[in-house]
């Protein structure tokens, strides 16, 4: 079985501190990890996937096998950061992604 | 060009009644997905379609629910006996081929009285 947890509900910094949300998974297999984004009535996008080792309007993360997380951090947090953030995971050649339950990321000025 | 759309965008019904949700994929994308999100959680996967066929349908919670996509491009989602539980925007995404993004719908908001 494949499972996600983002353990924050919630997470509120001020503009310019640094960020860090948290993803953990379960999954035996080498899996292919994603962070989605929705900004305040918009749709559901992709931000960043690992295999891609990009970042993505400052944010970055990295596959830790051995921890089994995929943390997204930016540095230095922006106001147009806030919004809901989820990371999913895709294993086994599925096509399905299994989100987490998602952080709310409030950027205060 | 049009991202993928779906209708209606939100949909009240009663107990037991039977309802559609539509979902139009970004136009050459063979993939198709319909997940279901239930307030405070994340998309939780129902189906995923490779062309007309459904490749994966373990997400289905029951036999009350089903989805067609008999022309390769349009997919209905089709509840039957709704329960209050159901109630939940169900979303809908499409991808290029099987390993390319995932792009999302604004999903439906069922609502069952």
């Known amino acids: 079985a494949q499972r996600v947890t983002q353990p924050e509900k919630l997470l509120s910094v001020f503009k310019g501190a640094p960020v860090e949300l948290k993803c953990n998974y379960s999954?035996?297999?080498?899996?292919?990890l994603f962070w989605y984004v929705q900004y305040s009535r918009q749709r559901l996008q992709l931000l960043l996937r690992?295999?891609s080792r990009e970042s993505i309007k400052g944010f970055t993360a990295d596959l830790n096998k051995g921890e089994t997380s995929f943390h997204l951090k930016k540095p230095f947090a922006q106001e147009e950061d806030s919004a809901m953030y989820y990371c999913?995971?895709?294993?086994?050649?599925?096509?399905?992604?299994?989100f987490g339950s998602g952080t709310r990321l409030q950027v205060q000025p | 060009g049009a991202g993928v759309s779906q209708t209606p965008s939100n949909k009240v019904t009663e107990k037991g009644k039977y309802v559609e949700l539509r979902c139009d994929p970004i136009?050459?994308?063979?993939?198709l997905y319909w997940y279901r999100q239930s307030l405070g959680q994340g998309p939780e996967f129902l189906i995923y379609?490779?062309?007309?066929?459904?490749?994966?349908d373990s997400g289905l919670p029951n036999d009350r629910f089903f989805a067609v996509r008999p022309e390769g491009s349009v997919s209905t989602l089709k509840i039957q006996r709704t329960e209050r539980g159901d109630s939940a925007v169900y979303l809908c995404?499409?991808?290029?081929?099987?390993?390319?993004?995932?792009?999302f719908g604004p999903g439906t908001r069922l609502t069952v009285l």
């Open positions: 999954y035996s297999g080498s899996p292919e």
């Open positions: 995404a499409s991808s290029f081929d099987r390993a390319d993004e995932q792009f």
């Open positions: 999913a995971l895709n294993g086994a050649g599925r096509r399905a992604l299994t």
């Open positions: 379609f490779q062309g007309t066929g459904a490749a994966d």
């Open positions: 136009s050459g994308h063979t993939a």
């Open positions: 690992h295999i």
